[in-house]
């Protein structure tokens, strides 16, 4: 059938930029030489089940289902995907882990696994064996992935939530380039506002663009909510600060942010009711597709930098984690190491759109970063991002902050007039001093 | 008299030929306890222990994955002192009286309305009853669409109509976001009470309303001194089911706002969802749940013997 010899076979896909996508029979020819040379040989009858975040952009789902087509081909164990908005894959895991029945794994958001760490299967030798091959992985990712010595997680990707602006609207509110510090940021709320172009970020219970922009604000500005040994410090001036520079852009935000959810910015940004705001490419991509003259006239940047000059951002990970009542920990692991094979993960990556972002230095080098100038900027958003915890670790306690909307909330509290400044961070302060007790 | 009487007594009560097995197959009351017991297994185990673990889980640290240990009243000692608490304490208040009384007073005119002879009547009758027929989620999606901040087809019309000039603030401003979802509430809960109501008009007989016409009543003294007091043991119970929705409602309230704009539309309900399984506090999530139960029996003892007193609903014959 094949002239390939296994360890031929493998060694090819092992080249870290390597990005001939495989597809048909030489995909599947290539899947089975991995299956028998992986070190993780599943169990007999295994079958896996996995509830996955539902995707934003189509093709990058059906990549996702091929590549788990080709995984039961090779080493027989069928995979049954099932699909649930992300905000609700954490509810359903943390039941699962609770209840000990349930998917064997969750593709879900943030420190998801970080919520019931004790929970989650170690998968140490996967995640050295995909860093070993693939560059290693980025710091973040490694932050994110372990629990105390071991890796509790395998860090699949990234979704950057970075500014998508309208180039034209821009230029005549007078800039010419999208904004990098703060300063020239509100100026440009502020003259975007006045040129009834404007723009919002979501102030509402948005897991995503919520939680985004509000830590960006915080942080950019020096403020945290833990220092690094996890000691609440989010009373500070520098809060304050990033608090009234909120709501200076609030006011010079579209009415209704208070409402919004994660999908709230693209309608509105689709409807060419927003300017500007905070999103993954997702924006975009929706864009080429229905509506191709915002398409041309958007394009992306980094959030603006602070006094600090280091980016001070918060993507959103996408980590794996599978459950220690699985009866098929082999199955788990070997589809683990598969999705993030460059075989695999290139075709996939690519068909996302720029919409996801590796975690592996090697996957620097796919052409998703560089055919399209827009999508660039999503290239380093994993090497940009702080984690979760900010300063802070990004175990349980931050994921439980994250959870409980603390940041936004005191954010939202106070740009909408509901609380002052003082009260708005006495309460944050009084719930993040429970969390992280 | 009395020695021979309970010389018969006596030797009837215990004849000798009769085993005690035999009177205990024969006794109604051991009986009746068998036939009950069906029910009170599955009262136990889907109310009482999922009730009884939620009182207890109030008292522990426990978090979503693990177990916790007894921590006493810590939970609620720390939700005493939380302002999104008892924001949620009010915003719940709010929802379950304002929703309950134009619930009922729209679906005692409506029901009053249908028992009237109508064209149509039957048809009218199954169209009241959509709102309810519709699943949950999917009229609170349409509310979601119909308040959006940017896409509402209320506010479109009206700047349409030159009335408006920006779009209505309808989920993002905290007084109207809670109008709206106390609308949505009303507009979805409207029928039960409607159409229960009308079943308990049509039990009404018309004969008294004819005697009362040939006295001389009028429309209103009809109401009054007939509809209204036949009416009222299904008043209280359609009253009592009504409040125990809106107050522990969650599906629309989460759809529509997810307890926002800053916390201003949480319930109890959604509170309690939101720091158990969201934030992984199953402790505290279910302190707020427990700290339902008390509003919830307070508000049943107010429809239940606040609006009927009768012998029935105490436990003894109607009169």
Redesign the interface.
């Known amino acids: 059938m094949t002239n390939f010899t296994r360890r031929a076979l493998v060694k090819g896909a092992t080249a870290a930029g390597a990005l001939t996508a495989l597809s048909g029979p030489a995909l599947l020819d290539w899947a089975k030489a991995w299956a028998q040379t992986a070190p993780w040989k599943p169990e007999k009858d295994a079958k896996l089940s996995m509830l996955r975040w539902k995707y934003f952009v189509q093709a990058e789902d059906d990549a996702f289902v091929k590549l788990c087509e080709a995984f039961t081909k090779a080493t027989g164990v069928k995979v049954e995907i099932s699909r649930e908005s992300y905000e609700d894959v954490q509810p359903k895991a943390s039941v699962a882990a609770n209840t000990g029945t349930g998917p064997d794994l969750f593709w879900g958001l943030y420190s998801l696994p970080h919520l019931f760490p004790q929970k989650c299967m170690d998968v140490s030798d996967v995640a050295d064996y995909l860093g070993k091959k693939y560059g290693g992985w980025v710091e973040s990712a490694v932050k994110y992935g372990h629990s105390g010595n071991k890796w509790i997680c395998i860090p699949i990707c990234y979704s950057g939530a970075l500014m998508n602006y309208r180039i034209e609207a821009s230029k005549k509110a007078g800039f010419s380039k999208f904004p990098d510090k703060l300063d020239s940021f509100l100026e440009y709320a502020k003259a975007m506002k006045k040129n009834n172009t404007p723009g919002g970020f979501a102030l509402g219970h948005a897991s995503g663009d919520g939680n985004s922009w509000a830590h960006w604000c915080l942080w950019s500005h020096g403020g945290n909510s833990v220092d690094k040994d996890d000691k609440v410090i989010i009373n500070s001036p520098e809060t304050a600060k990033a608090l009234e520079y909120a709501k200076q852009l609030y006011e010079n935000m579209i009415p209704g942010t208070a409402a919004w959810n994660d999908s709230s910015n693209n309608k509105a940004f689709l409807a060419s009711e927003i300017y500007w705001t905070n999103n993954g490419i997702s924006i975009y991509v929706a864009a080429q597709n229905s509506a191709k003259q915002i398409a041309e006239d958007m394009d992306h940047a980094y959030f603006p930098v602070g006094p600090s000059g280091k980016p001070t951002e918060l993507h959103l990970m996408y980590p794996v984690l599978a459950m220690t009542y699985t009866k098929y920990p082999q199955a788990c692991k070997a589809l683990m190491a598969f999705m993030l094979e460059a075989d695999n993960f290139n075709p996939w990556i690519q068909s996302a759109k720029g919409y996801l972002t590796h975690c592996l230095n090697a996957y620097d080098a796919n052409p998703v970063w560089t055919a399209d100038p827009k999508a660039t900027p999503f290239r380093d958003v994993a090497k940009r991002t702080l984690t979760a915890g900010g300063l802070g670790s990004v175990g349980e306690k931050a994921a439980t902050a994250i959870s409980d909307f603390v940041i936004i909330d005191m954010f939202a509290n106070y740009c909408t007039g509901r609380e002052d400044v003082k009260t708005s961070i006495a309460n944050a302060e009084r719930q993040l001093k429970r969390i992280y007790r | 008299m009395a020695d021979i009487a309970l010389k018969t007594g006596t030797a009837r009560a215990a004849p000798p030929d009769v085993s005690a097995w035999q009177r205990l197959r024969a006794n109604k009351n051991w009986l009746g306890l068998w036939f009950m017991l069906p029910t009170a297994a599955f009262l136990i185990l889907f109310l009482a222990y999922p009730l009884g673990l939620g009182v207890w889980l109030s008292f522990t640290d426990s978090?979503?994955?693990?177990g916790g240990v007894f921590v006493g009243l810590e939970n609620y000692i720390?939700l005493w002192?939380?302002?999104?608490f008892w924001l949620s304490v009010f915003n719940t208040i709010l929802y379950t009286t304002v929703a309950s009384v134009i619930k009922f007073a729209i679906g005692l005119y409506l029901a009053l309305l249908l028992n009237e002879h109508l064209p149509f009547k039957a048809i009218i009758r199954a169209v009241v009853l959509i709102p309810f027929i519709v699943p949950t989620v999917l009229s609170a999606i349409a509310f979601w669409w119909l308040f959006?901040?940017?896409?509402s087809v209320i506010s479109w019309s009206l700047r349409k109509m030159g009335f408006i000039t920006?779009?209505i603030?309808?989920?993002?401003?905290?007084w109207n976001?809670r109008w709206s979802v106390i609308f949505a509430n009303i507009w979805r809960g409207v029928p039960f009470v409607a159409i229960t109501l009308l079943a308990g008009l049509q039990t009404v007989s018309p004969s008294l309303y004819e005697a009362a016409t040939l006295d001389g009543a009028s429309t209103w003294q009809r109401f009054r001194h007939i509809t209204y007091p036949l009416l009222t043991p299904i008043i209280a119970v359609v009253m009592t089911f009504s409040v125990l929705f809106t107050f522990t409602d969650f599906q629309l309230i989460w759809v529509m706002?997810?307890?926002?704009?800053?916390?201003?539309t949480h319930l109890m309900a959604t509170f309690s969802y939101?720091?158990a399984?969201?934030?992984?506090?199953?402790g505290e999530g279910a302190a707020i749940a427990t700290a339902m139960i008390p509003f919830l029996l307070g508000a049943i003892l107010v429809s239940w013997f606040g609006l009927q007193r009768r012998k029935w609903q105490q436990g003894g014959d109607n009169d």
């Not at chain 2, 706002?257 to 201003?264: I, K, M």
């Not at chain 2, 399984?277 to 199953?282: A, K, P, T, V």
């Open positions: 978090r979503l994955g693990r720390f002192d939380d302002s999104v959006d901040p940017q896409f920006e779009n603030n309808f989920l993002g401003d905290p976001a706002t997810r307890g926002g704009p800053v916390n201003a939101q720091r399984i969201m934030s992984g506090y199953l």
